[in-house]
């Protein structure tokens, strides 16, 4: 079985930095992109960020400059440092990455982590 466990939401002023900590665990042969998706009440869920398994990162506009992703290919994990947060980033933050285990390549996805940003 394969999980990802995420850490590090909660409640933040306008302004405010958060840090998003999400580790894969189980029998993992290789992990390609790693990456977060959020979303807000009544919002379809959306790509924020993606560290791709080829070294590159990905950001959604909205959170350019202000949010930026990591990755730690020892330990399977993928962080996000959100900075300047504002209340539209108000959202439940979702990890996300595909992985190759015994059954091959699936995406999975994270429980999910609330981050609220207070005006």
């Known amino acids: 079985q394969v999980h990802l466990v995420e850490s590090g939401g909660g409640l933040v002023q306008a302004g405010g930095s958060l840090r998003l900590s999400c580790a894969a665990s189980?029998?993992?042969?290789?992990?390609?992109?790693m990456g977060w998706y959020r979303q807000a009440p009544g919002k379809q869920r959306e790509l924020v960020a993606v560290f791709t398994g080829g070294g590159s990162t990905n950001y959604a506009d909205s959170v350019k400059g202000r949010f930026t992703i990591s990755r730690d290919n020892g330990k399977n994990t993928v962080d996000l440092q959100m900075n300047s947060l504002k209340p539209e980033d108000t959202a439940v933050y979702y990890c996300n990455a595909d992985i190759r285990s015994w059954n091959g390549v699936k995406e999975y996805w994270g429980q999910g982590t609330q981050v609220t940003v207070s005006s």
């Open positions: 189980g029998t993992i042969f290789s992990i390609n992109d």
